[in-house]
């Protein structure tokens, strides 16, 4: 929760204010430790002893209480850009599965082995043709046909795209575990109709299920 709220609305400017104001009163509060330490020692009447020891014991607690609310909030801050960075990190890195995400994903295709599946990917990016090559591999480790497609490199898309061209049961039912199974492994898809398929020149379906690969969302 803490770290939500300093990503949300702890901007540089206010991190500036208040470092400024937690190291002012700390330091202010060191110089009234000071002076009551000299007064408490000094010849003054009992009054101004009194006082002495009042002025020590608040600039304790003063200094005490802006040490630890500058720790909390400077750990607060490097935990938030912390975050940031692996936000950062996760959103360059290339897509993949890892070996769990992989198994399962096998594993859930398994059973509707022989599918045949055309792959198309939009754009030129290398990512998008790795990416698309580790699901191809996967299809083909459940043992499904994959048939490659020329890319096409004036269309635009994110992530994954499932398209269902066959009208039986049993191709519904693959079409809806293919789907399934890519959002299991944390893959942004969605289903889209089959006359939305944007196809190479002088190509069209051959197989019964279209999955298109596009950019990184």
């Known amino acids: 929760m803490w770290i939500e709220i300093f990503s949300m609305f702890v901007t540089d400017h206010v991190a500036f204010l208040v470092h400024v104001y937690l190291l002012t009163f700390e330091a ?9 330490i000299i007064w408490e020692s000094s010849d003054a009447p009992p009054s101004m002893h009194k006082l002495a020891r009042r002025i020590v014991l608040w600039a304790c607690v003063t200094e005490t209480v ?12 490097s935990e938030a850009q912390q975050d940031k960075i692996v936000a950062l990190e996760e959103r360059i890195a290339d897509r993949g ?6 198994t399962e994903f096998v594993s859930q295709l398994a059973p509707f082995a022989g599918t045949r599946v055309d792959v198309l990917i939009y ?5 998008t043709r790795k990416f698309s090559g580790i699901l191809v591999h996967a299809l083909n480790a459940a043992k ?4 490659g497609v020329d890319p096409v490199q004036s269309a635009v898309a994110r992530g994954v795209s499932v398209a269902i061209a066959g009208a039986d049961e049993k191709t519904q039912q693959a079409g809806a575990a ?12 969605a ?6 398929v944007i196809w190479p020149p002088h190509q069209n379906f051959t197989g019964s299920i279209v999955m298109i690969t596009g950019s990184k969302p």
């Not at 499904?144 to 048939?147: D, I």
């Open 66 to 77: 802006c040490g630890v609310a500058l720790f909390t909030f400077d750990e607060g801050i």
């Open 28 to 36: 202010m509060a060191t110089v009234a430790l000071g002076f009551g």
């Open 191 to 196: 289903l889209i109709d089959r006359g939305a």
């Open 123 to 127: 754009g030129v990016a290398d990512e």
């Open 178 to 189: 293919l789907l399934a199974a890519l959002k299991a492994a944390e893959i942004e898809a």
């Open 144 to 147: 499904w046909q994959t048939r």
């Open 97 to 102: 599965l890892l070996p769990h995400q992989y």
